[in-house]
C-alpha cells in the first residue's frame, strides 16, 4: 500500500517534466499570435514534399505579397540534421517578405516516438500543417496537407471579418 502514493507521485512527476516547459521559440509564436491581426503560423519541413510544393511561384511567394498585414511565421519542424531551410525558401521567393519570419524547432528529430508532437497546445501529426490565429485565438486549423492558396485566401479574409453573432 505505501507502494502506491510513491508510484502515483512519480508518475506526476514524470508527466510534468514529459510535458516540459514551452520551447523559446514556442513562446515567441505564442506571444506573435496574440496580435489583433491576423497570423498565420505554418509548421513544415524542408525535406518534405508537400512543404515544397506550396513554393512555387503562386503558393506561398504569391500569398505573402498579396496579404502584407497578414503576418506568416513558419516554423521548421522535424528537419532531422538538415537546416531551417532558409535556402530554399530564398530559392523559391519566401524570406524578403516583410511579413514573414522564419524559426526553428529546436526539437529536429524526425523518428516518430523523439519528435514534437503539440505546439501551441495543439497536436502536431502531419506536415505542412498551417494554423490561422487572430487575436490569441486560433480560428482556423488545416491540419493534412498542401494548403490551397485559395482557400487560405477566404479563411483569411473570414478571420479578419468581426463576427457579430
Not at 57 to 77: Q, R, S
Not at 115 to 141: C, D, E, K, N, S
Request: neutral net charge; proline residues 8%; glycine residues 8%.
Amino acid at each position: 500500500m505505501k507502494l502506491l502514493p510513491w508510484l502515483v507521485g512519480l508518475g506526476v512527476i514524470t508527466s510534468a517534466a514529459w510535458a516540459g516547459e514551452p520551447s523559446p521559440v514556442e513562446q515567441q509564436v505564442a506571444e506573435a499570435v496574440k496580435a489583433p491581426t491576423v497570423t498565420i503560423v505554418h509548421l513544415w519541413a524542408p525535406w518534405c514534399p508537400n512543404c515544397t510544393a506550396e513554393l512555387k511561384p503562386e503558393g506561398w511567394p504569391a500569398f505573402l505579397t498579396a496579404n502584407p498585414d497578414v503576418k506568416v511565421i513558419f516554423v521548421t519542424v522535424w528537419a532531422g540534421k538538415e537546416e531551417d531551410g532558409r535556402a530554399l525558401l530564398e530559392k523559391q521567393g519566401v524570406g524578403a517578405q516583410p511579413n514573414f519570419q522564419l524559426l526553428m524547432h529546436p526539437n529536429t528529430s524526425r523518428k516518430k516516438a523523439d519528435r514534437m508532437t503539440h505546439f501551441l497546445g495543439q497536436p502536431v501529426t502531419w506536415l505542412p500543417t498551417t494554423w490561422i490565429y487572430r487575436g490569441g485565438t486560433l480560428r482556423y486549423a488545416l491540419n493534412y496537407g498542401e494548403v490551397r492558396f485559395g482557400v487560405l485566401s477566404q479563411l483569411v479574409r473570414d478571420a479578419q471579418d468581426k463576427w457579430e453573432h
